[in-house]
C-alpha cells in the first residue's frame, strides 16, 4: 500500500517536468537525412502514429486495418493490451508500397530489425540532420504526443491513443505545453 502511494505520488511529480520533443521541422530533417527508404518509414511511423519502438517493430501488413473508412494499426501495447491507432493516408500507402515491394507477406514484419538497431538509425538520421540534441526513439513519442495534443487540444483521445492507462502521462504534456505558452506571454510583456 505504502509503495503504491509512493508511485503516485512520484508520477504526479513527474506531472510537472517539461517533456522534451522534436519539432516537425526537426522532424523532417531527420527523415530527409536517411538514405534507405525502410528508415524514413520508420522514423515516419513512430512520429505520426506516436507508437513505442516495440510495437512499431512488431507491425505486420496485416495489422494495417480500417476504422470507419479511414486506415487504423491494430496495435498490442504494453501488458498486451490491443488498440487502434490511426494511421495517416500517406503513410499507409508508404508502408503497403514498400511491403509488397519488399516481398513482405501478411504476416512478417515489415521492419525486420531490431531496437539496437532502431537506435542506430535515430542517430544516423540525427548526424546527417546536423542535429544537436540527443534522438531516440521514444522522444519521437513525445513529439507526436505534444503536437497532436497542441493540434486538437483533447488530453483524454491522446491518452486512448497513446495507450496510456492512467492520465498522468499525459497531463505532463498537457504541462508542458501550458509552460511553453505561459513563456510566451510572459516574454510579450514590456515595460
Excluded at 513505442?52 to 494499426?73: D, H, N, Q, V, Y
Excluded at 513529439?143 to 483533447?154: E, H, M, Q
Amino acid at each position: 500500500m505504502a509503495n503504491a502511494l509512493i508511485q503516485r505520488k512520484m508520477a504526479l511529480n513527474r506531472v510537472n517536468l517539461p517533456v522534451r520533443y522534436l519539432t516537425e521541422e526537426d522532424i523532417k530533417q531527420l527523415i530527409e537525412a536517411c538514405k534507405k527508404e525502410r528508415d524514413r518509414l520508420l522514423i515516419t511511423l513512430l512520429f505520426q502514429t506516436g507508437v513505442r519502438i516495440s510495437e512499431a517493430l512488431a507491425l505486420t501488413p496485416a495489422a494495417i486495418r480500417s476504422f470507419e473508412g479511414k486506415p487504423a494499426m491494430e496495435i498490442v501495447g504494453k501488458g498486451k493490451k490491443l488498440r487502434m491507432v490511426a494511421l495517416p493516408v500517406q503513410l499507409k500507402d508508404k508502408l503497403e508500397s514498400y511491403a509488397y515491394r519488399a516481398g513482405i507477406e501478411p504476416r512478417t514484419r515489415v521492419f525486420r530489425f531490431n531496437r539496437h538497431r532502431a537506435w542506430q538509425i535515430l542517430d544516423e538520421a540525427r548526424k546527417g540532420a546536423g542535429i544537436e540534441k540527443r534522438v531516440f526513439p521514444h522522444l519521437l513519442r513525445h513529439s507526436d504526443a505534444i503536437i497532436r495534443l497542441r493540434k486538437t487540444g483533447n488530453p483524454k483521445a491522446l491518452q486512448y491513443h497513446l495507450g496510456h492507462s492512467s492520465p498522468a502521462m499525459t497531463l505532463r504534456y498537457l504541462s508542458t505545453l501550458t509552460q511553453e505558452d505561459a513563456l510566451r506571454v510572459q516574454q510579450g510583456v514590456e515595460f
